[in-house]
């Protein structure tokens, strides 16, 4: 079965604190994507990364970096030196092949609630 | 116009009223998305167009009824909803067939069915 599951319902934590927000899925494909999108309070998801599963090397944009481990199925996503700004609903997701029904299905996590106070 | 755009952005309705919500995308994809979600609940998929051609509809009652006039359009026709109904409606889009897989949202339309 094809499953994300993202474990941590909500965090809090203090300005400047890192934060790593935990991914793991599940998949029989061999040809398999990995994302994580960002829903601030004002709704829209918004994209952050895609990864391929051959690509296992880790990947940093600015304040966040992204951790992916095939033997563990992870895709752990980390935000240094958290703002404010951060707050948001984070989710994780899983495409591939074998259920795509010939589209680009997203399989969802449940979210990770983030909360940084000042 | 950059992106995904909804509208409204926010609708109140009664159950017995007639509404559409409307998603256009700017960015040249192939394929829409309807998503609905719920407070405390994961997103749940509600229908697929690709190539202007219905692909998934996720059990969704009768009550809601997609349309997909072209590439760029969709629409979600809304008729006598139920309270349970009030959720945060997604449109996204992506590009079936490439190498980017990503799905694009725009903003949801905000929804409370009273």
């Known amino acids: 079965a094809q499953k994300v599951t993202q474990a941590q319902t909500e965090i809090s934590v203090v300005e400047k604190e890192d934060v790593t927000l935990d991914c793991v899925y599940e998949t029989r494909d061999t040809t398999y994507y990995l994302f994580w999108y960002k829903q601030p309070p004002s709704g829209e998801l918004v994209f952050l990364i895609r990864r391929n599963s051959f690509d296992e090397q880790n990947e940093i944009s600015g304040r966040y970096s992204w951790n992916f481990q095939k033997s563990t199925s992870s895709f752990n996503f980390t935000i240094t030196a958290s703002q404010v700004v951060d707050s948001a609903v984070y989710f994780c997701a899983l495409s591939g092949l074998l259920f795509s029904g010939g589209y680009n299905k997203l399989i969802f996590g449940a979210g990770t609630r983030l909360a940084v106070h000042p | 116009e950059t992106g995904v755009t909804q509208t409204p952005r926010h609708l109140v309705m009664g159950m017995t009223n007639k509404k559409s919500l409307k998603c256009e995308q700017h960015l040249g994809h192939n394929a829409m998305y309807w998503y609905k979600q719920s407070a405390k609940k994961p997103l749940e998929l509600m229908f697929v167009y690709s190539l202007e051609e219905r692909v998934e509809n996720n059990s969704v009652p009768s009550r809601f009824s997609p349309e997909c006039p072209n590439s760029s359009h969709l629409f979600l026709h809304l008729h006598t909803l139920q309270p349970e109904d009030s959720a945060l409606y997604l449109c996204?889009?992506?590009?079936?067939?490439?190498?980017?897989?990503?799905?694009?949202f725009g903003p949801g339309t905000r929804l409370t069915v009273t």
């Open positions: 996204a889009s992506s590009q079936e067939g490439g190498r980017a897989r990503e799905q694009y």
